[in-house]
T-cell receptor, first 109, second 115 residues
Framework: QKEVEQNSGPLSVPEGAIASLNCTYS??????FFWYRQYSGKSPELIMS????GDKEDGRFTAQLNKASQYVSLLIRDSQPSDSATYLC?????????FGSGTKLNVKP | GAVVSQHPSWVICKSGTSVKIECRSL??????MFWYRQFPKQSLMLMAT?????????EQGVEKDKFLINHASLTLSTLTVTSAHPEDSSFYIC???????????FGPGTRLTVL
């Protein structure tokens, strides 16, 4: 079992729609949770971090964490073609840091 | 804030030569830096974790004698690919974790092509 699981996609949404990206993790002791965006041929860029249960909003992005279900999600409102990228979920526990394999998002104009 | 640089951004070398890649945290101190490799259309693969002043911890299957890592200061880590071969051609990305924080911030990556 992988430490962090993500659906590889691609997830296709029309421009202006809400994109919902999901991630599950196996280590119940995980403390910190992150979403990175990686454009093709580029390195990952941190877009959200969340540490406690509930929602955290930043602009068009909302991260949701449910530790009981070991589930993290990222919602992107008013999706734009420029949001088309691979989204990596990452989970950290002390010095261990695990990435999911990423979900590819395509936003169609 | 939290800017990480890598140099060079791309390099082409002949088989059998060594290549050094530098990773610098520009506006923060990083006790821990990470080195990843990514092949086209594949996931990030962690190669090693380096802590300032101590030996790097390599992931299973990564040859420590081939991929030499030096984390000499709180702002600089280097990866040297020794005796590079065409199969080492890849996108090498470093990341740094600011002291006292959990996030990793990535450098822009180095594209290595071995002829």
């Amino acid at each position: 079992q992988k430490e962090v699981e993500q659906n590889s996609g691609p997830l296709s949404v029309p421009e202006g729609a809400i994109a919902s990206l999901n991630c599950t993790y196996s280590d119940r002791g995980s403390q910190s949770f992150f979403w990175y965006r990686q454009y093709s041929g580029k390195s990952p860029e941190l877009i959200m971090s969340i540490y406690s249960n509930g929602d955290k909003e930043d602009g068009r992005f909302t991260a949701q964490l449910n530790k009981a279900s070991q589930y993290v999600s990222l919602l992107i409102r008013d999706s734009q073609p420029s949001d088309s990228a691979t989204y990596l979920c990452a989970v950290a526990n002390f010095n261990k840091f695990y990435f999911g394999s990423g979900t590819k998002l395509n936003v169609k104009p | 804030g939290a800017v990480v640089s890598q140099h060079p951004s791309w390099v082409i070398c002949k088989s059998g030569t060594s290549v050094k890649i530098e990773c610098r945290s520009l506006d923060f101190q990083a006790t821990t830096m990470f080195w990843y490799r990514q092949f086209p259309k594949q996931s990030l693969m962690l190669m090693a974790t380096s802590n300032e002043g101590s030996k790097a911890t390599y992931e299973q299957g990564v040859e420590k004698d081939k991929f030499l890592i030096n984390h000499a200061s709180l702002t600089l880590s280097t990866l040297t690919v020794t005796s590079a071969h065409p199969e080492d051609s890849s996108f090498y990305i470093c990341s740094a974790r600011p002291s006292g924080r959990h996030e990793q911030f990535f450098g822009p990556g180095t594209r290595l092509t071995v002829l």
